[in-house]
């Protein structure tokens, strides 16, 4: 699937020296686009089918908040996938 943001960066070559996400959940740079156990995901350390429901539920409540307020996108701040790639790196090593 050739995933593309609004000014045409594909996900492929956001990603081409390796995956980045910010919670396994969302990319920077790609609005509404949302993951479940993705890339730097806390599933890998725990029950994937409880994880995968956990960011099911999260993402419910992205979305309803939106719809709420009247948002009609949100997507991770570049600053903070960073902080959370370290993080999740720094775990696992």
Request: cysteine-free.
């Amino acid at each position: 699937i050739d995933i593309r943001n609004s000014d045409g960066l594909s996900l492929a070559d956001e990603w081409e020296s390796g995956p980045r996400s910010y919670l396994g959940l969302m990319v920077a740079g790609f609005p509404n686009m949302y993951l479940i156990t993705g890339p730097q995901s806390p599933s890998v350390k725990s029950q994937m089918i409880l994880a995968s429901e956990h960011h099911v539920d999260i993402i419910a409540g992205i979305v309803q908040t939106m719809r709420a307020e009247g948002h009609r996108s949100v997507e991770a701040v570049a600053e903070a996938q960073e902080e959370w790639v370290g993080h999740a790196n720094e775990v696992a090593d």
